[in-house]
């Protein structure tokens, strides 16, 4: 369907209307030439219902299409505006219902297609979606806006491979286009193509040195193993633009190469210009940790779980860092405690709480209150029947009370759900000895020497550690690229 007057414009309210989740469509622009005749009063009526959807009026526009779908009712840009309209509320459904109506009214228009496969992608159809798209490009197999559309799609389902050579169509036919470089680029990254993928950014920084493009090429020299080069372009992405998170990209990049004095002055940065940032404060504690300054780190995580006490992160690092300041025994197990109030069905959470518990009557030398410790600990094993360190430590409760045959049992689960846990193949040797069970006892001590030298010998252990913690960190707060180049 033609347009009077010229060529489709895109619209900024289509974009919102769809919140840049997938490609944006044009708009019809007149409805003449459509199957179904219409006066110039009616065109005049549609203007203004399009008007009203390019202001973001969707409430206006549907009521002046409604006597238009009347006394148009096959008329595929009056149904294409309808279906645009209803999108825009939200209305998917009611919305399908006019595009695929405007479809078959005009299925030579590869921008009705294109409107049609954005709103079954919304609806999670993705199979005629594809298809959709699919057709929309075979009608314009020379439009930018065809071949970048399915390659934004593929995308969005994570099927980066898919993408690349129509984002690659897509640039022979306009390489002036900051997002689909940027796209092209990101897929290439996803897909391990890190010379074309270095190669695509530095020809966009000579168009446009912007940060995000930076913080892009800072993603792929670290997916290469280039650190130091990885580490620059962080630091650039973040003084170019000190968003949190360009700042938080460039200390987890610190922290991933034992730099933690440096990394903890980016994150102390951070956290003055983002103080309510729940990443900049676990950042921070991290930080703090790697560089033995335990007191310290344990109070950035404390902090950060007052910052937003329904947020589980804080506690999760929290708890893995418990046994290393005994003076705030007192502040980590309220935290556990509230962190159980929050994920009471988290067998983590449970265990947690029942570890500082039990560790906090320990520094007061009160001993193990197992009346509060074991509930707790057979709640982890309920929620999580493989918890291996739930039932090593009922086993040492139950050694603890002296029921040996008892602690056995739970031992062998622990090695039973985790072989290589060594204090577990330790302790059962000595429950084991206690039984009277030499040769079974001796068996589980040698495995315990096995893996404890092994232990010993590798003295990457905390670097490691550090590492999984970050890791952990970058995963939870979604801080890696997300397809569709920043706006």
């Known amino acids: ?25 044009a708009r019809p622009q007149d409805p003449a030439g459509s199957t179904s005749p219409v006066t110039a009063a009616l065109a005049r009526q549609f203007q203004s219902a399009a008007a009203h959807f390019d202001a973001g009026e969707y409430a206006a526009a549907e009521q002046e299409l409604k006597p238009l779908l009347k006394q148009a009712p096959d008329n ?56 959709e798209f699919r057709k929309a490009l075979d009608i314009e197999p020379g439009s930018f806006e065809a ?9 969005r389902l994570s099927k980066f491979q898919a993408a690349i050579p129509y984002f690659e169509k897509a640039r022979t036919i306009d390489s002036s286009s900051f997002e689909n470089g940027y796209d092209l680029a990101l897929a290439e990254l996803r897909t391990g193509k890190l010379d074309d993928a270095r190669q695509e950014i530095q020809a966009l920084l000579q168009q446009h040195d912007a940060a995000e493009l930076h913080s892009l090429l800072a993603d792929v020299e670290e997916r290469a ?47 003055a210009r983002y103080p309510r ?23 950035a995580f404390l902090n950060a779980t007052d910052l937003d006490p329904s947020d589980i992160r804080p506690y999760q690092f929290l708890a ?51 009346d509060q410790v074991q509930p707790l600990l057979e709640r982890a094993i309920a929620l999580d029947p493989k918890f291996a360190d739930a039932y090593l430590q009922l086993g040492i409760l139950s050694a603890g009370q002296r029921q040996y045959q008892k602690a056995v049992e739970r031992y062998q689960q622990a090695v039973k759900f985790e072989p290589d846990l ?54 939870s707060a979604n801080s890696t690229a ?6």
């Open 225 to 271: 193993g280039n650190y130091l080069a990885s580490a620059h372009e962080y630091e650039l992405a973040a003084h170019m633009d000190p968003s949190e998170d360009n700042l938080f990209a460039w200390g987890c990049e610190l922290l991933l190469h034992a730099t933690y004095e440096p990394a903890a002055q980016v994150f102390s940065a951070g956290r």
């Open 422 to 475: 060594a204090e577990a193949h330790y302790r059962l040797g000595q429950a084991l000895g206690r039984l009277g069970e030499a040769q079974a006892a001796e068996q589980e001590l040698n495995i315990y020497q096995r893996l404890h030298e092994k232990q010993m010998l590798d003295t990457e252990e905390k670097r490691k550690e550090i590492r999984e913690f970050v890791l952990t960190l970058q995963g």
């Open 482 to 487: 997300s397809a569709g180049a920043p706006k």
């Open 76 to 131: 595929s840009q009056v149904n294409e505006l309808a279906g645009l309209v209803y999108a825009a509320q939200g209305r998917n459904h009611e919305a399908s219902a006019y595009l695929e109506k405007a479809v078959r009214l005009d299925p030579k228009s590869g921008a009705a297609h294109t409107n049609l496969a954005a709103d079954l992608a919304r609806l999670g159809d993705n199979t005629r979606a594809e298809a």
């Open 320 to 370: 893995k860092v418990y046994d290393v300041s005994p003076g705030q025994a007192d502040a980590v197990t309220e935290r556990m405690r509230r962190f159980v109030q929050i994920a009471p069905g988290s067998a983590q959470a449970n265990y947690d709480y029942a570890m500082t518990l039990w560790k906090a009557r320990r520094e007061a030398s009160e001993g193990a209150p197992p």
């Open 147 to 155: 071949n970048h559309d399915l390659a934004e799609f593929y995308v």
């Open 1 to 25: 369907m033609s347009p009077i007057g010229g060529g489709r414009q895109l619209t900024t309210a289509l974009v919102l209307c769809i919140a840049a989740a997938l490609p944006p469509a």
């Open 277 to 299: 940032s729940v990443p900049m404060a676990l950042g921070m504690g991290i930080a703090l940790y790697g560089h033995g300054t335990y007191d310290k780190a344990v109070e």
